[in-house]
């Protein structure tokens, strides 16, 4: 009944992924090798560019001003931006591929690239659009391994923007109990011997706000402590699961235990993306969150949680070294664009550093550009300092076209850590993690879920 069950969330996951693979090709003629951009004197056209939001009206208006900073450059090249959320992004897209009806340029989560790359539903980029705009060196690394499927020299999808995480702190409830930041952090032991002093301290803001409510965020969060621990989620081709290994269950296990010990018990019923307002609002002394949040910590620094105080930490190292989530999303040319030259002079704009500068400083996002933060706040101002540091720490998912169903997977399994009433042993622990690898390596086998044709 149990894999039954698992197959169905993994079928209703792939189902939105179901691309036949055969979008029609169309537009102005762009394509070849020796061809980039779209020169000034070509007919006027217009641009559909899909969007997601990391935020509210922040983005909006971030999106808008670099589609008149393009226009302005490029007057024979109109953009029309259409915000999709990202619950609906996936079915919309995959009905786009499908029917070649749809964007010229959208945004893709990073997890979602190898999929789409192996159903052939992106234009892949050319080596002169790859020259043209500075190739993958200017580029952060962990980002350009969500350019392409694992194991493919096609690039489909140029990093755009990052969601590089880092640890957010009470300065006031850490000093209340005696902790210094500057030490706070350092490591695993420090960390929750941090956790240990702020719960005896007598406070009453607990240690941790960590939102237990939408799995795929707490897979986010919690991937660090593998990584810090060892071990990884899957083997390096990308086809076996490696949960059930020592050094996975160990950091599972950390941060289980963690979580049932010094967690508020308000912040568990949040889903990840509802926690940093409640953080803002009072709720727990630390919390995870990306360097989104620290622009709107300094937008409106009077709420209960905010002023007295706060700043940035980076993840705490485990005993292979520091890690984090490196997440964002990259901008691809869908094959049945109607315009992939004019599609092009877009994707170059946008990861340019002019716009990667622009648009971070206007969002709070952290650019995939590696030169775009420099003369920026977020080079020089203290509360981004974590996320500097960080950037150099960031790992992300293997680009593989089974992705999605793996972390529904783990989404699924793992709901039964988060909602234990109780720290579990590493003993239970490790049973949890050995029946989700079973589940994914079944999963991993499955033609129909790898792109394998």
Same mark, same amino acid.
């Given at each position: 009944?149990?894999?039954?069950?698992?197959?169905?969330?993994?079928?209703?996951?792939?189902?939105?992924?179901?691309?036949?693979?055969?979008?029609?090709? #169309?537009?102005?003629?762009?394509?070849?090798?020796?061809?980039?951009? /779209?020169?000034?004197?070509?007919?006027?056209?217009? &641009?559909?560019?899909? /969007?997601?939001?990391?935020?509210?009206?922040?983005?909006?208006?971030?999106?808008?001003?670099?589609?008149?900073?393009?226009?302005?450059?490029? *007057?024979?090249?109109?953009?029309?931006?259409?915000?999709?959320?990202? $619950?609906?992004?996936?079915?919309?897209?995959?009905?786009?591929? +499908?029917?070649?009806?749809?964007?010229?340029?959208?945004?893709?989560?990073?997890?979602?690239?190898?999929?789409? !790359?192996? &159903?052939?539903?992106?234009?892949?980029?050319?080596?002169?659009?790859?020259?043209?705009?500075?190739?993958?060196?200017?580029? %952060?690394?962990?980002?350009? !391994?969500?350019?392409?499927?694992?194991?493919?020299?096609?690039?489909?999808?140029?990093?755009?923007?990052?969601?590089?995480?880092?640890?957010?702190?009470?300065? @006031?409830?850490?000093?209340?109990?005696?902790?210094? =930041?500057?030490?706070?952090?350092?490591?695993?032991?420090?960390?929750?011997?941090? &956790?240990?002093?702020?719960?005896?301290? #007598?406070?009453?803001?607990?240690?941790?706000?960590?939102?237990?409510?939408?799995?795929?965020?707490?897979?986010?969060?919690?991937?660090?402590?593998?990584?810090?621990?060892?071990?990884?989620?899957? @083997?390096?081709?990308?086809?076996?699961?490696?949960?059930?290994?020592?050094?996975?269950?160990?950091?599972?296990?950390?941060?289980?235990?963690?979580?049932? &010990?010094?967690? @508020?018990?308000?912040?568990?019923?949040?889903?990840?993306?509802?926690? *940093?307002?409640?953080?803002?609002?009072?709720?727990?002394?630390?919390?995870?969150?990306?360097?989104? $949040?620290?622009?709107? /910590?300094?937008?409106?620094?009077?709420? =209960? #949680?905010?002023?007295?105080?706060?700043?940035?930490?980076?993840?705490?190292?485990?005993?292979?070294?520091?890690?984090?989530?490196?997440?964002? $999303?990259?901008?691809?040319?869908?094959?049945?664009?109607?315009?992939?030259?004019?599609?092009?002079?877009?994707?170059?704009?946008?990861?340019?550093?002019?716009?990667?500068?622009?648009?971070?400083?206007?969002?709070?996002?952290?650019?995939?550009?590696?030169?775009?933060?420099?003369?920026?706040?977020?080079?020089?101002?203290?509360? /981004?300092? %974590?996320?500097? +540091?960080?950037?150099?720490?960031?790992?992300?998912?293997?680009?593989?076209?089974?992705?999605?169903?793996?972390?529904?997977?783990?989404?699924?399994?793992?709901?039964?850590?988060?909602?234990?009433?109780?720290?579990?042993?590493?003993?239970?622990?490790?049973?949890?993690?050995?029946?989700?690898?079973?589940?994914?390596?079944?999963?991993?086998?499955?033609?129909?879920?790898?792109?394998?044709?």
């Amino acid at each position: 009944m149990r894999r039954t069950v698992l197959r169905s969330v993994a079928a209703a996951t792939v189902a939105a992924l179901a691309l036949s693979g055969c979008a029609k090709g #169309g537009g102005d003629g762009g394509g070849a090798a020796d061809t980039v951009g /779209y020169a000034a004197d070509r007919p006027a056209v217009e &641009l559909e560019f899909w /969007y997601m939001p990391y935020g509210g009206p922040i983005q909006d208006r971030a999106v808008i001003q670099e589609t008149e900073e393009f226009h302005k450059a490029h *007057p024979n090249i109109t953009i029309k931006p259409v915000r999709i959320q990202w $619950s609906d992004a996936l079915t919309r897209l995959s009905t786009a591929t +499908t029917s070649g009806e749809g964007p010229d340029v959208t945004v893709l989560g990073t997890t979602w690239v190898g999929g789409f !790359s192996a &159903l052939h539903a992106l234009r892949p980029y050319t080596e002169a659009e790859l020259a043209a705009v500075g190739g993958k060196d200017v580029f %952060a690394a962990a980002s350009w !391994s969500a350019s392409h499927r694992l194991g493919s020299d096609e690039i489909t999808a140029l990093p755009w923007l990052t969601d590089v995480r880092a640890l957010f702190y009470r300065k @006031d409830v850490l000093a209340a109990a005696g902790v210094d =930041p500057a030490t706070a952090f350092t490591d695993w032991n420090a960390f929750e011997a941090t &956790l240990k002093k702020i719960k005896d301290s #007598g406070s009453t803001v607990w240690p941790l706000a960590i939102g237990n409510e939408n799995n795929f965020g707490i897979i986010h969060n919690v991937a660090p402590f593998i990584w810090g621990a060892g071990g990884d989620l899957l @083997d390096e081709a990308g086809d076996k699961s490696l949960l059930d290994q020592p050094p996975a269950v160990d950091g599972v296990a950390y941060y289980q235990r963690l979580v049932h &010990l010094y967690d @508020d018990p308000e912040a568990m019923k949040l889903t990840s993306s509802d926690v *940093p307002e409640a953080f803002a609002k009072g709720v727990g002394a630390i919390t995870i969150d990306n360097s989104q $949040s620290v622009g709107d /910590y300094l937008a409106d620094p009077d709420r =209960p #949680g905010l002023k007295h105080g706060w700043g940035t930490a980076p993840m705490p190292a485990g005993k292979m070294g520091r890690f984090g989530f490196f997440g964002g $999303s990259g901008l691809a040319i869908l094959k049945a664009a109607k315009h992939p030259d004019a599609a092009f002079e877009w994707v170059k704009f946008l990861t340019g550093e002019e716009s990667q500068r622009r648009y971070s400083v206007s969002s709070g996002l952290w650019p995939a550009r590696t030169e775009a933060i420099k003369g920026t706040r977020l080079e020089s101002d203290p509360a /981004y300092a %974590a996320f500097r +540091t960080m950037i150099e720490a960031g790992r992300m998912y293997p680009s593989i076209p089974a992705w999605i169903v793996v972390e529904s997977i783990i989404a699924k399994d793992l709901a039964d850590l988060w909602h234990a009433e109780q720290a579990l042993t590493r003993a239970q622990v490790e049973d949890i993690l050995k029946r989700t690898t079973a589940d994914i390596d079944e999963a991993l086998r499955d033609p129909a879920q790898t792109g394998i044709k």
